[in-house]
């Protein structure tokens, strides 16, 4: 009779074990579900981060230049009306730096970049790009104190000897430091004080 009634208590006390980890489990299960209500709002963290980066991504502008007999057009489209752009140009006949384009006597110096040096004379030249939607004309010259930086149409010492495939353009949008480089050698670019966009205009 002792032993059933032993055997009984020790049935109930795990039966009573039995009935304590019941809600444990159940304040385990309330943790998952915080964990996935945190998931939730690093998901709407991410969302948001999303959003912020389309509000800042720039308006995509691009440029289509020709050339007739007297020099070249320059236009550009989709542009920021707020922006300042700075066109440059250089001669590069395929080649990648200013060294070999100088050694070439090729004319550089209104890239925007390493410019040209003749003799004593440094000539660096930019060309600001009138603002608002425009076509801008850059006329050969035969010397280089009629090289013009502003206004509508700009002068420009380029000579059309060999054509117009041995051109590499370059554009920059001095409000966002963005910079973007096509044409015959966009490697001459690649030490730009930062790093242009390659776009096939």
Same mark, same amino acid.
């Given at each position: ?6 055997? =009984? ?156 495939? =041995? ?35």
């Amino acid at each position: 009779m002792k032993k059933f009634l032993l055997l =009984g208590a020790v049935t109930f006390s795990v039966a009573c074990l039995e009935t304590e980890k019941d809600p444990d489990d159940t304040a385990a299960d309330t943790g998952v579900a915080d964990t996935e209500v945190e998931d939730t709002a690093i998901e709407d963290t991410a969302i948001e981060d999303t959003a912020d980066t389309a509000d800042t991504t720039p308006a995509t502008v691009s440029a289509l230049v020709t050339w007739d007999a007297d020099g070249m057009n320059l236009d550009l489209f989709d542009i920021d009306a707020e922006a300042q752009y700075y066109f440059g140009i250089a001669q590069t006949n395929g080649l990648t730096n200013n060294e070999d384009t100088l050694a070439a006597y090729l004319w550089t110096a209104e890239d925007c970049h390493y410019g040209y040096v003749t003799g004593d004379t440094d000539l660096q030249w930019c060309h600001m790009v009138p603002s608002g939607s425009y076509s801008l004309r850059l006329d050969s010259t035969t010397s280089t104190s009629d090289v013009t930086q502003e206004g509508d149409p700009q002068v420009t010492y380029l000579e059309q000897e060999d054509g117009t495939d =041995g051109f590499t353009y370059f554009l920059e949008d001095a409000s966002n430091g963005k910079c973007y480089v096509w044409g015959d050698s966009v490697a001459y670019y690649d030490d730009y004080v930062y790093a242009c966009e390659v776009v096939s205009w």
